[in-house]
C-alpha cells in the first residue's frame, strides 16, 4: 500500500540538511549563548546566523527578529504584547474572523484584560476586504491583526492593502505568516507591516520554534519574562538547535521558494481540478482561483458525510490528510474559517483538506482521486442526510 | 590543554541516549500528535509516553503535566496564569527575592496589570524562612512562589514547610524546581505543593522544552492561547522531538538520581573544600553545609576582583565557568541573588559560579584547584581596590 502524507499543514519531517545542521549542537556545540566563553561564543555565532537567515526570508533586519517556541507564541506574544504596551493609547484591537486560534484566541484573552475586539469577516472565497478593516478601525485602535494567507482554506489575503490602510490610520499591522512564509514571496522592507509570525515547521525545520519579527521602533511587552535574550523581548535560554534548523530551512526556503510553489502548485491545482469532476456535490473552499491560494494547499466539502469518517477510511488506504486544522481537530466543533466564509455547519462538516508538501509526487493525485470517491460513496450510503437528500430527487 | 566544562546550569550536552531518542521524531515519526491518522497517533503515543516518564520524576499524575518550552515559559505560566485566573480572589503575590528571573520579572509583569508583590528574602546562606514567608501572606494573596533551590548559590529551600504554610492559608504553591529536579527528591504527592516548574536542560534533554505541573483543580490562564492541546491549558503544536528528548532525559534521571547526585557532590563538595585552602579573601556563598546545597553546585565570590576577569582568563586555560545565572550575564549588572543574601556588591561582583555535570571527572577539581589562584593574583595585582586593601594592612 502506498504511504501517502498530505497534512503538512499539521505537521513536516526537517529536511535531511536540516537535521544536519541541528546535531552538532545537542551534543557538542551545546553550550548557552549568554555565556561568556567559548561554549557560549560558538552557540551564539551560531544563533547570529539563523537570526540573518530568517530574516533575509522575509526583508527583515536580523535584530528585529525574536525568536518563539512556534508560530503560536510568536501570535501571541504579538496580539497580547502588542496591545499591552499600547494600552494607555487605546485598547481596542480588530482581526479577521478567520485567524488561527493563537490570534484569535489571544484577542478573546485581551477582551477579559478590558479590550474590545472586533472581527472583520470574509466573503464566500475566503477573502477578507481591505475596506471593511479601513471601518472597523476606531481611534482607540492599537492593533489590526489578519493574516497573510489561510492555512485551511488557502486563501492569500490581500494585506499589502491592508498594511497600508492600518499605515494610514497609524494603527500597527501584525499579519500570521505561519501558513504563507516560504510559499509566497513575503517582504517586509516593501510593506507597512509592523509585526509578522512565522513558524519553523511549515518551513520543513524542527517544531518548537518559530520566529515573530517585530519592525524597530514598534513597542511590545515581552509575553516570556526573564533574562534578557532576544534584545529583553523574549525570556529563556535560547533554544540553540531548533533556532539553528530553523535558520538552515529559512535558508533553504528563500533559495528555493519558486521552484517549490511550482512543484507543489502542480499538484494541489491538479487535485483541485479533477476533484470535483470524481466526486459529486463536493466543492471547493477557499479560492477558486489557484493562484489567490497557497500553493501547497487543496481544500474542499465534501456534502452529506463527516470529515472525520473520511480521514479514517483514507487512513486504512494510506493517506493522511486532516479536515482542517490540526489545532483544533481535537475540539471536535465545526471549522471557525468554514463558518466565518458563510459555508454551512452540514457542508462545513464534510470538510478536507489536502497539504502538500516537498515529499509528494504527482502520482498521489492519482492515488487520491482514485481513493476517495469510493470511501465518500460508502459513507454517503450510511448517511441519512444523503438519503434524505436522494429521496427529494438529488443526484 | 584541558576541556574543563563547569557551566552546566547554563547549558548542558544531551545524553547520548537522549539524543537517539530524538532522532525518529525529526524524520520519519514527524507527525502532529493533534492528527487524525496513523502519523498523529504515533506522534501522540510519544508524547504521552514521554508525559509518564516526566510525571514520575515528581511523583505527579501525567495528565497534570504541560510541556512548555523552557523553565522560563513553565514559570511565567505558573506565576501569571495563577494570578490572572484568581483575579476575582485578590491581587497580591508573594516570591522570595532569590527566584530566578522568570518569576521576578512575571511577577513585576503583574504589577502592571494592577498587583502587589510582596518579595520575602533570604539569609546570608540563602535560605527563605518559611516563618517570613506566613507573615507575607494576605487574606488577598493568590500565590505563593519560592523556589525549591537556587540555582546561582546551591542553597536547597525548605519548601515542604513553606507548601505547609500557604496550604494552611489556602494560598496555592508554586516551586521553580529547574535547578533541582533529577538532583534532589522531589515528590509532589508527598508536598502541599499546587504547581512545579522543570526544564529539560537540566536534566540532560535537549533545550526548548520544559514541563509545568499544575495539581489538578489548580486553576490557572494559559499564556499561551491556540488550540486544545496539553488539555487547553497550552497552545501550540507539541515540539515532539523536543518532548519525547526531555521524557527520556527524565526517565535516565529519576533512575540514575542518587548515583548522578553522590557523583556530583564528591566533585562539588571537593572544590567547595580546596578552593578556599587555595585561594585567599575567597568565601563560598550560598549554604555552608554541602548537604544543604544542589549537589552540582559550587559557588564562591572571591574578593578585590570581578567575576567577569576571572571567566576571560579561564576560558584562556580550557575552562568554563560563570558568574552567576547565564541569563543574566549579559545584563552586566550584580546578582539579586547574592544582594538580597545581604552579601556586598564589592564582593559579590568577584562571584563564581561552578555547575558540575556527568561528563566532569574528579580531576577537574584539581585543575581549577591549580589554575584559579595564578589567575587570581594575576588578576589583583591590576585590582586598585587589592592595592588599597594590602595598604590597609590586609592580605
Redesign the interface.
Known amino acids: 500500500m502506498p504511504e501517502v502524507?498530505l497534512?503538512h499543514y499539521?505537521?513536516?519531517?526537517?529536511l535531511?540538511e536540516v537535521?544536519d545542521s541541528?546535531?552538532p549542537y545537542?551534543?557538542?556545540d551545546?553550550?548557552?549563548p549568554?555565556?561568556?566563553?567559548?561554549?557560549?561564543d560558538s552557540?551564539r555565532q551560531a544563533v547570529e546566523v539563523a537570526r540573518e537567515r530568517v530574516a533575509a526570508l522575509i526583508g527583515a533586519k536580523p535584530e528585529e527578529i525574536i525568536f518563539?517556541?512556534?508560530?503560536?507564541?510568536a501570535?501571541?506574544t504579538a496580539v497580547k504584547g502588542i496591545a499591552?504596551a499600547s494600552r494607555k493609547k487605546g485598547s481596542h484591537v480588530v482581526v479577521s474572523a478567520i485567524e488561527?486560534?493563537?490570534v484569535l484566541?489571544?484577542a478573546?484573552?485581551l477582551e477579559?484584560?478590558e479590550f474590545d475586539v472586533t472581527e472583520v469577516g470574509a466573503d464566500r472565497q475566503g477573502l477578507v476586504d481591505p475596506e471593511e478593516v479601513r471601518g472597523a478601525i476606531r481611534d482607540d485602535t492599537v492593533l489590526v491583526s489578519v493574516m497573510a494567507a489561510n492555512g485551511e482554506i488557502g486563501t492569500i489575503q490581500p494585506i499589502r492593502k491592508i498594511a497600508a490602510i492600518a499605515a494610514e490610520k497609524g494603527v500597527p499591522f501584525h499579519t500570521d505568516a505561519v501558513a504563507a512564509a516560504g510559499y509566497i514571496p513575503l517582504d517586509v522592507s516593501e510593506m507597512s507591516v509592523s509585526a509578522m509570525s512565522i513558524s519553523s515547521?511549515m518551513l520543513y525545520g524542527?517544531?518548537?520554534?518559530g520566529a515573530l519579527w517585530v519592525r524597530k521602533g514598534q513597542r511590545i511587552?515581552?509575553?516570556?519574562?526573564?533574562?534578557?535574550?532576544e534584545g529583553g523581548r523574549r525570556?529563556?535560554?535560547?533554544?540553540?538547535?531548533?533556532v539553528v534548523g530553523m535558520g538552515k530551512a529559512a535558508e533553504l526556503a528563500a533559495r528555493d521558494l519558486e521552484s517549490r510553489a511550482a512543484y507543489l502548485r502542480a499538484m494541489s491545482s491538479s487535485l483541485l481540478e479533477k476533484l470535483p469532476a470524481a466526486i459529486s456535490r463536493l466543492r471547493i473552499t477557499g479560492h477558486t482561483d489557484p493562484e489567490m491560494r497557497l500553493p501547497w494547499n487543496a481544500s474542499f466539502a465534501v456534502e452529506f458525510i463527516e470529515g472525520?469518517g473520511m480521514?479514517?477510511f483514507?487512513?486504512q488506504k494510506g493517506i493522511?490528510?486532516?479536515?482542517g486544522?490540526?489545532?483544533?481537530?481535537?475540539?471536535l466543533k465545526g471549522s471557525h474559517v468554514l463558518s466565518a466564509c458563510d459555508i454551512p455547519a452540514e457542508i462545513a462538516q464534510g470538510s478536507l483538506l489536502f497539504s502538500f508538501g516537498l515529499g509528494n509526487k504527482p502520482e498521489d493525485v492519482d492515488y487520491v482521486i482514485e481513493t476517495l470517491p469510493p470511501i465518500v460513496d460508502r459513507l454517503r450510503q450510511m448517511s441519512p442526510l444523503y438519503d434524505k437528500f436522494l429521496k427529494a430527487g438529488g443526484g
Chains 1, 2 share one sequence.
Not at 549568554?34 to 557560549?40: A, D, I, R
Not at 511587552?221 to 535574550?229: A, H, K, S, Y
Open positions: 502524507y497534512d499539521a505537521a513536516s519531517p526537517v535531511p537535521a541541528i546535531k545537542l551534543l557538542q551545546f553550550g548557552n549568554s555565556s561568556l566563553h567559548s561554549w557560549g552557540a518563539t517556541s512556534g508560530g503560536t507564541e501570535n501571541n499591552w488561527h486560534f493563537s484566541h489571544a478573546r484573552t477579559k484584560f515547521d524542527p517544531k518548537g520554534v511587552m515581552p509575553l516570556l519574562d526573564g533574562g534578557v535574550q525570556g529563556g535560554t535560547e533554544n540553540v538547535p531548533g472525520e480521514l479514517l483514507l487512513d493522511a490528510v486532516s479536515s486544522s490540526a489545532c483544533t481537530s481535537r475540539a
